[in-house]
């Protein structure tokens, strides 16, 4: 079986040499680096409002216990159901045991990572219910059977074009690249969906321990329509989700749009706090929150990188990335790509087989620069490098550094070796670039000076 290193090497090997998809990712990405720079001026000081979002993560998550029984408490106070779930098993099995009590059949999501986490799509369908994203882009990625490529943008991957094509293959309707008209094409599909759906999943971006509801943060209404036109509601939501007051918001909404797309606050904001009541006229008749560990709880045990669970999942690391910008979403085989993807990941499915994502980074710091929340992301990955060297050592790496020791402490021999390459550098079967791949395959290996420095400096006298 191909471990997930290897798949991570042959995409990601394919998609750097694809020029047209690097100049697609650089061009939605010029337009969000401007607007993102315009909303960070909106701050009155965004690093202060750093420090200030980082303080306030800082605090729940050191007090984690504290907080999700408020929220928990609360939220229960006003007819929601809380159910625990440790790992992605336990989560799927909550949401068939509610599906299958409340006699669903059809099933609206809209955009929610931890049910990708937790690959609710694929046990749904597996148990016989109809599922249908109702993001724009997770739509997109449902039609084309593929996992989302970014975390906030899910079709960014995608032209136009190729989006027309799919409508008219999957959806049967006249081809159109103008995206007014894709968008029209995706709503009237929608719209009878949500009609029919009998529940509705949804995520959450913060969970407001003080009042007991979830905030939702989206712009295109569709979150809203999973949460209020259904009879039954399931929200997924991580445990880390959770924020003190509901005055957090302030910071943490516009931040996130500002970090996320760079708009000064998303169109629709919304909190949902239980079912309906008596007296309510719209809203479920049933309201559950499944609340997931899914060993975040061994990233809080981490001090050194408790926190990652910081994160808001604004996606700017990703957008920053040189090396996202590269290889793009899919490559990285898991469903948080990039910079907090690598950190999480070994995490979330194993240090043993994941820990090459922390070499997917050139370590330039600029995920960490651009953090709304001061995750030290790139750190992070090198600690991960570190800690993947005490469950496995790396093996095949041991003898090029135990051969580059042994010169480095003998000068005399360093001295020798270096003169010997110089000559047989150009020197076809011998020369550097053979010996050294797989390393010169996609490198430009530097000539080897024609005087050595030791040469330069003994000439000077
Ligand atoms: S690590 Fe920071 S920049 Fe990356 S998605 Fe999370 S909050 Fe955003």
Redesign the pocket.
């Known amino acids: 079986m191909t471990s997930p290193a290897d798949k991570f090497t042959e995409k990601s090997t394919v998609v750097a040499e694809n020029l047209d998809h690097r100049a697609r990712i650089r061009d939605a990405m010029k337009k969000y680096e401007g607007t993102r720079g315009d909303g960070v001026q909106r701050f009155n000081d965004w690093e202060a409002a750093r420090d200030s979002a980082s303080r306030i993560k800082g605090n729940v998550i050191g007090r984690l216990n504290h907080y999700l029984e408020q929220f928990v408490d609360r939220i229960e106070a006003r007819g929601a159901r809380v159910h625990w779930a440790e790992d992605s098993a336990e989560a799927r099995r909550h949401v068939l045991d509610i599906l299958g009590r409340a006699g669903a059949r059809r099933v609206i999501k809209s955009k929610v990572m931890t049910g990708e986490e937790i690959s609710i799509n694929h046990a749904l369908e597996k148990a016989g219910y109809e599922v249908v994203e109702s993001d724009l882009g997770e739509f997109i990625v449902q039609l084309r059977r593929e996992d989302p490529y970014h975390f906030v943008f899910p079709a960014m991957h995608l032209s136009r074009g190729e989006i027309g094509d799919l409508f008219t293959k999957e959806l049967n309707t006249p081809h159109s690249s103008e995206p007014e008209e894709l968008t029209m094409v995706a709503r009237r599909e929608l719209r009878k969906r949500f009609m029919e759906a009998d529940a509705g999943i949804c995520g959450a971006n913060f969970a407001v321990a003080e009042t007991g509801m979830i905030s939702i943060t989206e712009n295109e209404g569709n979150a809203r329509l999973t949460c209020a036109m259904p009879r039954i509601q399931i929200a997924l939501v991580g445990i880390e989700k959770v924020i003190p007051r509901l005055e957090d918001l302030a910071l943490f909404l516009p931040m996130l749009a500002t970090?996320g797309t760079g708009q000064a606050l998303t169109c629709y904001n919304s909190l949902y706090g239980g079912p309906r009541l008596q007296d309510e006229v719209d809203g479920p008749e049933e309201f559950h929150i499944v609340l997931l560990d899914n060993r975040r709880t061994v990233v809080l045990a981490d001090e050194e990188q408790r926190d990652?669970l910081?994160?808001?999942?604004?996606?700017?690391?990703?957008n920053v990335c040189p090396i996202y910008r590269n290889i793009g979403g899919h490559s990285y085989g898991a469903t948080y790509q990039?910079?907090?993807g690598s950190v999480l990941t070994p995490y979330f499915k194993g240090l043993r087989a994941w820990s090459h994502l922390a070499h997917a980074s050139s370590l330039c710091g600029a995920?960490t620069e651009?953090?709304?929340?001061k995750?030290d992301?790139h750190h992070h990955l090198l600690q991960t490098r570190r800690n993947a060297v005490s469950v496995q050592p790396a093996r095949k790496a041991r003898w090029p550094y135990a051969c580059f020791a042994f010169m480095m402490n003998r000068p005399r021999i360093y001295g020798f070796a270096v003169r010997v390459m110089r000559r047989l550098q150009h020197w076809p079967v011998v020369s550097g670039r053979k010996l050294l791949r797989p390393w010169t395959k996609s490198r430009e290996l530097p000539e080897i000076a024609p005087r050595s420095f030791r040469d330069w400096w003994k000439e000077r006298g």
Do not use: D, F, M, N
Request: glycine share 10%; net charge positive; with cysteine.
């Open positions: 970090s990652s910081h994160c808001i999942r604004c996606g700017a690391c990703l990039g910079p907090i995920c651009i953090c709304p929340v995750i992301l």
